[in-house]
């Protein structure tokens, strides 16, 4: 169960030696899946070009983005292989690349519902949404497959510089416009940060490939400064997208202040990717994880949990509490990146998959408590009071999505979190794990607040409302399937098991 | 196969209470006593049916009265593995008996989303039932912390908001973040003992019987047990986790507090009873002292606090903690007679412990209030409840001819000759019960009346459920032969686990 440190990069060389030299079919079909991301994307623009039709807009993303999830199916015939010295697809990336396609297929539903129609909604531009988060997608989609620091820095911009647009797309309210300034600025900075690590890291080891650098920093044993020095800065550029703390102060106002649909895009697909290319990097340099770094992301990981949970606990704005939420979510992932072996790529894996279904239907409940867009979205809690006696199904999903979140039996949720602590368990963390049982007992706190909220005395106000026929809507129902599978997964977790096992194998060996 | 269906009928019934509220709030309560009084029947009969000589005993692969057994994930070799021996029969009859109860006492006490309670309720019911029947790890932990957000609900919505800023809400967060975040521990101590049975055997497993096989060195053993006791602690509730316990109890609405006391303690009981001991006998009993410690003192400061309060349900709710020291005295004394006088106990505390909660929601419902200080002088404006009420606080003292002396007197009498100390200690604790149960009586329903007016008299379903209960528990205290003998291979069992290591520490510490 344990990595060998020695075979993985050599298999990986291997791979690229024999398929560097020609692009072939089996390539193509590789990629399959990015590059009709991609095609749909130049469709969709010059649709818009032709003509500014919303549906037809959304229909053609969402077709687009239903194609790119079927084709996953001859790309996973065709994996494992490297695509240029730049990408790698294997089934770890695959299983990643559908994650990103389906929170992205979902956002897109819930933009949908969010815009409005012809009479009320979104008073500007409505279609270059559409446009960013498929760019936005088709970068996740390189960060999943990078395996070369060029590759994780193209996958990583592409990834980011859309989601500027995104969080700022309501530029006429000033707090989304704050949002989007202040998470391209800090932003920016991450990325200063990162390439600052990958010139260190190069100066070092002499190449980019994410297996070289390991071969070389496990060849010379004891890492040079420069080294470390290297992986520490590119960990807070890294640490910045993912909002770990020290590096989390954006978070709560970008979730904030960007439209509802868009914070689920980024608390969902955009962090994902971050965070496996980061998985990548640290699992597949194996010298990465030891020593000094080790413990700087042990502190990282206690603080992102303690700190994320204490900010949550008093926050009376949904959007924020989630935010924090998910500071602390990154914490508990962590561990399991910290223990580095045995279980740890799986577990990653059941967690990201459950915390994507768990956000998605969090968010999906504001975008629609939110929908049609009205100029100010629905995130105070005092709006959600008495919620349950007026919707009772957008209650009852918000109400698996809080349990999920605090990680209780019957939902997928603790099935993610029953993996980290069995990952804990196994590598013997147990600092870690006293701090996420601590986590868990505050973060428990907020959960239910939200929770008991939904279910108080309805009060005299009615500020904002979902539409009473939100079932009928696809966002709607998007979000009943979400709240069945994160039912179906915490009573049945099989399936998801299997699938993500045998995503991690072809990673292993 | 009949086993899944004691844990599906409340499942399935809370669901069709749910749907049922469209059409009135009548329909609920009759689906939701229907499904209690088929899960109580079902129950009993399969108490009739089974042969309970068949109980896990050390040295062999466990043997059950009835067994089921279906795998569910398959990755870490996790079952949906139900058992039940005599303790677990037992437990589940207790369940459905107060299952019928809680419904029946809600009948006027709830009357807004008369479904979604009785979904709650039912659902808490089905989840103690999984509890009690789960013998795979993983199952058990799942149905352990299944169970907390129904209760949550229960209290935080159909609660009674409480006094000095007390709200439910508040109480109900308590209990779930005591239990919640002690749970977590009992999580990561059954994955540490699940890998250490793995690093020897090379298997994943959470089944109990292959885990009962576990070798593990002493410091190992010991800092799993205490994960598992601390999760048990909380619930059971030893003393100092016992602080959600009052608040929860005050709180909660009369079904809630009838399940918190009837049965949710037991749960902490039955697992170190199932699990705590078998699965860690030596460092259970190298705890042994430290848990008679914990359970002396909860005795007395139960009793002493009990004696303290003006609310009438946070007063039993600290009677409880002094009547579950006695429990946890006889689980670790290692003596067969102080173990089956463990179980007469938790069923005597869980009739007479749920009656007199009864009782004081059929109170609260004629005079709204659970201060003592504004009651006095009740026994001339009520017939028949005081009267009853001063049998169940005469039950709740020990008073021989009633369930709770047959079980104190066992669990003294067992423990005494291994720990004659801390017995004789314990046995001051009954006389600390005749006080604050006759002080209770006293402030109650004697002394000068508030007002004359005469209270609304009980009626057949109040009557019913009290008498009931007041009938079971002579009958227990009388003739307690049948728990004994259904019982009496499961705590061979353990007596055996625990007894076989508890000698040779017993004779250097005391």
């Known amino acids: 169960m344990a990595f060998n440190s020695g075979s993985v990069p050599l298999s990986l060389n291997s791979h690229r030696a024999v398929c560097n030299m020609e692009f072939t079919t089996q390539h ?65 990336a695959n299983f990643y690349i ?142 910045f997208k993912l909002s770990l703390v020290p590096f989390h102060l954006w978070t709560p106002d970008v979730y904030e202040g960007a439209p509802a649909p868009v914070a689920a895009f980024l608390a969902t697909a955009s962090k994902v990717a971050v965070f496996v290319v980061m998985v990548r990097l640290f699992l597949l340099s194996p010298a990465a994880n030891e020593g000094l770094l080790t413990t700087v992301l042990s502190v990282i990981a206690v603080a992102s949990i303690l700190v994320g949970n204490l900010l949550a606990l008093l926050q009376n704005n949904l959007k924020r509490l989630l935010g924090y939420s998910s500071i602390a979510h990154f914490g508990y992932l962590l561990i399991a990146v910290i223990a580095g072996h045995g279980l740890a790529v799986e577990a990653v894996g059941v967690y990201l998959a459950t915390y994507v279904l768990t956000s998605l239907g ?97 009060p005299n106000l009615h500020r904002h409302d979902a539409p009473f026929n939100w079932g009928q809507r696809t966002g709607g129902l998007m979000l009943v399937a979400v709240a069945l599978l994160a039912f179906f997964l915490g009573v049945y977790p099989q399936p998801l098991l299997e699938l993500v096992q045998h995503s991690t194998m072809a990673l292993i060996h | 196969m009949i086993l899944p269906w004691l844990i599906l009928i409340p499942f399935i019934g809370g669901l069709l209470c749910w749907q049922a509220e469209r059409f009135g709030n009548t329909l609920p309560r009759w689906i939701a006593l229907l499904s209690m009084v088929l899960l109580f029947g079902l129950s009993l009969w399969l108490w009739t049916t089974g042969d309970f000589s068949r109980a896990p005993v050390p040295g062999a692969d466990p043997v059950w009265a009835h067994e089921f057994k279906v795998l569910w994930i398959e990755r870490f070799g996790i079952t949906i593995h139900l058992a039940m021996d005599g303790l677990s029969v037992l437990m589940i009859v207790l369940t459905g008996l107060l299952g019928v109860l809680s419904v029946l006492c809600s009948w006027n006490e709830i009357q807004n989303r008369v479904g979604f309670f009785h979904l709650n309720l039912l659902w808490i019911l089905g989840g103690v039932v999984g509890v009690f029947l789960a013998i795979d790890l993983f199952l058990f932990f799942f149905f352990w912390e299944m169970m907390l957000v129904p209760m949550y609900f229960l209290i935080a919505l159909w609660g009674h908001s409480g006094s000095k800023g007390n709200t439910r809400i508040n109480a109900a967060t308590k209990f779930f973040i005591y239990t919640q975040a002690s749970g977590l521990i009992m999580l990561i101590a059954i994955l540490g003992l699940v890998f250490v049975n793995y690093s020897s055997t090379g298997v994943i497993t959470f089944n109990y019987a292959d885990l009962l096989k576990t070798k593990m060195s002493e410091g190992t053993e010991y800092i799993l047990m205490l994960g598992f006791f601390i999760a048990f602690a909380v619930k059971f509730p030893v003393v100092p986790f016992h602080s959600w316990l009052p608040d929860a109890h005050a709180q909660a609405p009369t079904a809630g507090s009838v399940d918190l006391a009837g049965i949710l303690l037991k749960t902490a009981a039955y697992g170190l009873l ?237």
């Open chain 1, 28 to 92: 193509l079909l590789a990629l399959l899946p990015l590059l009709v991301v991609c095609a749909t994307i130049v469709v969709v623009m010059l649709a818009i070009a032709w003509r500014r039709n919303h549906s037809q807009t959304f229909v053609l993303s969402g077709l687009g983005l239903n194609l790119a999830l079927l084709s996953l199916i001859p790309a996973v015939k065709a994996t494992p292989l490297a695509v240029t010295s730049l990408l790698l697809v294997d089934n770890f």
């Open chain 1, 98 to 239: 559908g994650l990103i396609l389906v929170a992205t297929l979902a956002c897109v539903t819930l933009v949908h519902a969010y815009m409005g129609d012809d009479k009320v909604g979104f008073p500007g531009n409505r279609d270059e949404l559409y446009l960013l988060i498929l760019l936005a997608a088709a970068g996740g989609i390189v960060l999943v497959c990078a395996q070369h620091l060029a590759g994780l820095f193209i996958g990583l911009e592409l990834l980011s510089v859309p989601v500027y647009g995104m969080v700022a797309y309501a530029f006429f309210n000033k707090r989304s416009l704050e949002a989007g300034i202040k998470y391209m600025v800090l932003s920016a900075a991450g990325s200063a940060f990162l390439l600052f690590g990958m010139a260190l890291l190069y100066a070092d080891a002499g190449t980019l490939s994410f297996a070289g650098i390991g071969a070389k920093l496990a060849a010379t044993g004891a890492q040079s400064a420069m080294a470390q020095l290297g992986l520490g800065m590119m960990l807070v550029g890294l640490a």
């Open chain 1, 362 to 458: 969090a968010f999906g409940v504001i975008t629609l408590m939110s929908t049609p867009y009205s100029g100010r979205d629905a995130d105070a809690l005092y709006e959600y009071r008495g919620l349950f006696w007026r919707r009772p199904y957008l209650t009852a999903v918000l109400t698996v999505m809080m349990l999920s979140l605090a990680g209780i039996p019957l939902t997928s949720g603790f099935i993610g979190k029953f993996y980290v602590i069995m990952v804990g368990v196994q590598s013997h963390q147990w600092w870690l794990l006293a701090a996420m049982v601590l986590g868990s007992a505050i973060g428990v706190f907020y959960y239910l607040r939200v929770m008991v909220t939904l279910f108080l005395v309805e």
């Open chain 2, 274 to 510: 199932r699990f705590a001991l078998p699965l860690f006998p030596h460092a259970s009993a190298e705890f042994a002292t430290i848990a008679m410690y914990l359970g002396v003192f909860a005795i007395i400061y139960g009793a002493l606090l009990s004696f303290a309060q003006t609310d009438i349900k946070r007063l039993i709710a600290y009677s409880s903690v002094s009547h579950m020291g006695f429990v946890l005295i006889a689980i670790y004394s290692g003596s067969q007679i102080a173990l089956q006088g463990a179980v007469v106990q938790m069923i005597a505390h869980g009739l007479s412990a749920s009656a007199l909660f009864i009782l004081s929601g059929q109170l609260y419902e004629r005079l709204h209030t659970r201060d003592m200080r504004e009651m006095g002088g009740i026994w001339g404006r009520l017939p028949y409840l005081p009267a009853i009420s001063l049998f169940f606080a005469a039950a709740a003292l020990g008073l021989p001819g009633t369930g709770n002396f047959v079980g104190e007197f066992l669990i003294l009498i067992g423990a005494f000759k291994a720990f004659p100390w801390f017995t004789i200690v314990a046995a001051t604790g009954l006389v600390f019960g005749s006080v604050y149960s006759l002080i209770m009586i006293h402030r109650a329903y004697f002394g000068p009346t508030k007002s004359d007016d005469a209270l609304r008299g009980m009626n057949a379903r109040e009557m019913f459920m009290v008498l009931g209960l007041a009938v079971l528990l002579i009958l227990l205290g009388v003739y307690p032969q049948p728990i004994l003998d259904t019982s009496a291979a499961t705590m061979h069992g353990v007596q055996q686990w625990l007894g076989a290591a508890l000698p040779q520490l017993a004779s250097g510490s005391l």
